[in-house]
């Protein structure tokens, strides 16, 4: 069965400062991986998803993240802080590119 | 290009009684998605639809919930009867279904249901 674990449901960081959101998956095989984020009232937005393609995912607003196969991870990073990155952030798995397992998602908070 | 659209954006009944969400996918877009997401967890698929057909309900309580895409366009929701368990935020999401970015899914605003 496919599933998606997000560690720390509130990460808390100043501005300027590294965002790291750890996102691990359970899956037999490579699946597709996505994160997106969440503002309030709002529906997700694609930050960027990894295909099989190249392991390091660059994504919108400055937001990167590395599939690492050994590790079952899928880490989404940020090397800046910004406040208006203040949101719910959701990583997500498929195995076929169709069906989607979303993870519980994790609150990031910007300190000023 | 407009996005998905979604009506009511609040909705607040009670136990038992039906209600009935809709959705507006963008257009051209082949596949379309209802996730129930509660409060503190992440979004859960009820439902996929590839045009009119469905490919995916196994998350969906065929009890109380239905689903359909007529003409493979706009999708309704409904619930009926609702239960307090119910209470959560309904999305709907579309993607093109085909070519390289075929599973990028696009998310409307929600429906916020609260069952009292």
């Known amino acids: 069965a496919q599933s998606v674990t997000q560690l720390g449901s509130h990460v808390s960081v100043s501005e300027g400062a590294l965002v790291l959101l750890r996102c691990n998956y359970s899956?037999?095989?490579?699946?597709?991986l996505f994160w997106y984020v969440q503002y309030p009232n709002q529906g997700l937005q694609l930050l960027l998803k990894?295909?099989?393609?190249?392991?390091l995912v660059k994504g919108i607003n400055g937001f990167e993240a590395e599939f690492k196969k050994s590790e079952t991870s899928f880490h989404l990073t940020k090397p800046s802080a910004h406040m208006s990155d203040a949101a719910e952030y959701f990583c997500?798995?498929?195995?076929?590119?169709?069906?989607?397992?979303f993870g519980t998602g994790t609150s990031l908070t910007v300190i000023p | 290009e407009a996005g998905v659209a979604q009506s009511p954006r609040y909705k607040i009944i009670e136990k038992r009684q039906s209600v009935a969400f809709w959705c507006n996918p963008i257009s051209g877009h082949a596949t379309l998605y209802w996730y129930q997401q509660i409060l503190g967890q992440g979004p859960k698929l009820l439902i996929q639809f590839q045009n009119n057909g469905v490919v995916d309900d196994s998350q969906l309580p065929k009890d109380r919930f239905s689903a359909e895409r007529l003409k493979g366009v706009d999708s309704t929701l409904k619930i009926q009867p609702a239960k307090l368990e119910d209470s959560a935020v309904y999305l709907c999401?579309?993607?093109?279904?085909?070519?390289?970015?075929?599973?990028?899914?696009?998310f409307g605003p929600g429906t916020r249901l609260t069952v009292l």
């Open positions: 899956s037999s095989v490579p699946p597709y």
């Open positions: 990894y295909t099989s393609a190249a392991t």
């Open positions: 999401a579309s993607s093109l279904g085909a070519g390289e970015s075929y599973n990028e899914q696009f």
């Open positions: 997500a798995v498929s195995l076929t590119g169709n069906q989607f397992y």
